[in-house]
């Protein structure tokens, strides 16, 4: 039975004769069905359409995304640490050049993934490796749409994966909202990969926070604080955005301090047009 991946979303759905009657995830006020309605493909269709493109992001460092895109359209990350490699964040398509590319760079050892919208096809990327673990915040468990023993729900605020490699719920966009701190990244001085957790703007001098993208439905002033202060014990100056280019390469902890000021007045302000 194959498994049904959802065109708007991305995500793998458990095996089924047919295709899946709605998709939860697009069906949730953050995501969207499209007024031509829900569609299905499937990794063959995928693999038909299209390719996987890498680009180095910086040393230790992959991206990989589809052209053309898919879904969404984020693009994944391949860290590699000591202990071996990590698939940060996943999309639809695992074709043989991928698995064979990846395999050639040390294979994978584990799969963390911020938020439900980026499972893509998740449990297909960790059978193809060896059934490694996924490691999913457990307060998104219930947007899983293909259980596998493979997932790790974990718990709490912070997670450790490898040697300097740190899991932290920020919530916000999602409830199990996780961003990836790499202390090794941007060059020394510390990296999150943030998903679209906190989105990094086409201008890189500020990021932003939305509850959904689609739907312009912003994130809460309680919910931004919250999240200023579950990164505010870590250190970095990259921010590694959801999309090839959206990165902001310097002083990204100070970046994210003045956004979440510029995000505050904005959303507590009485709309007055002269504030900045
Ligand atoms: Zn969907
Ligand atoms: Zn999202």
């Not at 953050?30 to 493909?41: E, F």
């Not at 932003?208 to 312009?216: A, C, G, H, T």
Request: charged share 20%; proline share 8%; with cysteine.
């Amino acid at each position: 039975m194959p498994s049904f991946i959802c065109e708007t979303c991305g995500v793998g759905f458990a095996p089924s004769e047919k295709p899946p009657a709605r998709c939860p995830i697009c069906e949730d006020p953050r995501q969207y069905v499209p007024p031509s309605g829900q569609k299905w493909t499937t990794m063959e269709g995928l693999s038909r359409r299209g390719m996987n493109a890498w680009k180095l992001v910086e040393p230790g460092l992959m991206g990989v995304g589809s052209e053309p895109k898919i879904a969404i359209g984020q693009r994944a990350m391949l860290l590699n640490t000591p202990q071996g490699n990590i698939l940060w964040d996943c999309i639809s398509l695992l074709d043989e050049a991928t698995v064979d590319i990846i395999t050639a760079l040390g294979g994978l050892s584990a799969i963390a993934i911020s938020h439900p919208h980026y499972y893509g096809t998740m449990v297909d990327w960790s059978k193809a490796f060896g059934d490694i673990p996924i490691y999913l915040h457990a307060d998104d468990s219930k947007w899983i749409m293909r259980p596998d023993p493979a997932i790790q729900l974990w718990q709490g605020e912070t997670h450790q994966l490898a040697d300097g490699v740190t899991l932290i719920r920020c919530g916000g966009h999602f409830a199990g909202g996780v961003v990836l701190h790499w202390a090794g990244g941007g060059n020394g001085e510390g990296a999150l990969l943030a998903g679209d957790i906190v989105q990094v703007i086409p201008d890189r001098t500020h990021v932003s926070f939305m509850r959904s993208y689609p739907n312009l439905l912003p994130l809460s002033a309680p919910a931004v604080a919250r999240l200023a202060k579950a990164l505010e014990p870590f250190e970095f100056s990259t921010i590694y955005g959801a999309f090839f280019g959206r990165d902001v390469v310097d002083e990204g902890k100070d970046v994210l301090r003045r956004s979440v000021v510029r995000y505050l007045a904005a959303i507590c302000s009485d709309g007055s047009p002269e504030l900045e």
